[in-house]
């Protein structure tokens, strides 16, 4: 008899220094802020908590965004698992490329593009930012991201800015590769950024472009998928858009969120 599929357990980075000033982030890699370990910490507690409850939740497997942001989110909580479990880089969980708009306030984005272009480069799962252009202080700082990651992410991301929907088809080969794992049985965390997990959202729970417009992610909250298996060995949400181990404290981060621009 096949294994019940495995729960796939998804956090999003603790707060960024950036995240608290208010600034887009994309591929620079900046630190957690003092909230953000913080945020962390409580992210860890709750996974531990939940996997002392349901071992079968225990991630087999922890894979983060190279960014340390997320790696150190990742570390944190890792090591408050049982063993703890090994700990994998997947470049391809970076942030979206925000292009023009990397290192720029957000008030000043909205104020410079108006706030019918702010919105729809932000949220529209199709529409790419202004490119980042040559000149621009901030293209040192991403091209120094992008050359401490390995050549096949420098051959597949691109140079100037994303869509979502650009970093939901550089995840593909991620997400089938974490499918094949939770088909047999294991239990993976992945550790990532705002919008490359809402991307990868939208391959697991098959999200519209309309429905991940929608969709914001709060900073170290774990939210959980659980599966059962459906014909041609197809994962099946439970629940779609899993389930938060903290369901109060993910809504009043989102509602915070939201008023402050979203994901």
């Known amino acids: 008899m096949d294994p019940s599929p495995g729960a796939l357990v998804l956090v999003r980075h603790g707060e960024s220094t950036f995240n608290a000033g208010d600034r887009f982030t994309g591929l620079l890699d900046v630190p957690l802020s003092d909230v953000g370990v913080a945020e962390a910490r409580r992210a860890a507690r709750l996974l531990a908590g939940a996997v002392a409850r349901q071992p079968a939740l225990a991630p087999r497997r922890v894979v983060t965004s190279p960014l340390v942001r997320a790696s150190a989110t990742a570390a944190v909580v890792a090591e408050a698992l049982p063993g703890p479990p090994p700990l994998a880089v997947e470049w391809r969980l970076v942030e979206r490329h925000y292009g023009a708009f990397t290192d720029k306030l957000r008030d000043v984005v909205r104020r410079?593009?108006?706030?019918?272009?702010?919105?729809?480069?932000?949220?529209?799962?199709?529409?790419?930012?202004?490119?980042?252009?040559?000149?621009?202080?901030?293209?040192?700082?991403?091209?120094?991201?992008?050359?401490?990651?390995?050549?096949?992410?420098?051959?597949?991301?691109?140079?100037?800015?994303?869509?979502?929907?650009?970093?939901?088809?550089?995840?593909?080969?991620?997400?089938?590769?974490?499918?094949?794992?939770?088909?047999?049985?294991?239990?993976?965390?992945?550790?990532?950024?705002?919008?490359?997990?809402?991307?990868?959202?939208?391959?697991?729970?098959?999200?519209?472009?309309?429905?991940?417009?929608?969709?914001d992610v709060p900073t170290g909250h774990p939210l959980v998928h659980r599966f059962t298996t459906g014909p041609d060995a197809a994962l099946v949400p439970e629940v779609r858009g899993g389930t938060y181990l903290d369901a109060q404290g993910a809504e009043h981060a989102v509602t915070d969120l939201r008023a402050r621009g979203g994901t």
């Open 112 to 215: 410079d593009y108006g706030e019918a272009a702010y919105w729809r480069y932000r949220r529209s799962y199709l529409h790419r930012p202004p490119p980042l252009a040559d000149d621009d202080p901030a293209r040192a700082l991403v091209d120094d991201t992008l050359l401490r990651l390995p050549d096949a992410a420098r051959a597949t991301l691109r140079p100037d800015a994303e869509s979502l929907a650009d970093v939901v088809e550089r995840l593909r080969p991620f997400w089938a590769a974490t499918r094949a794992r939770l088909l047999h049985g294991e239990a993976v965390l992945v550790v990532g950024h705002g919008n490359s997990l809402r991307a990868l959202s939208v391959l697991v729970d098959d999200l519209t472009p309309e429905e991940v417009q929608d969709l």
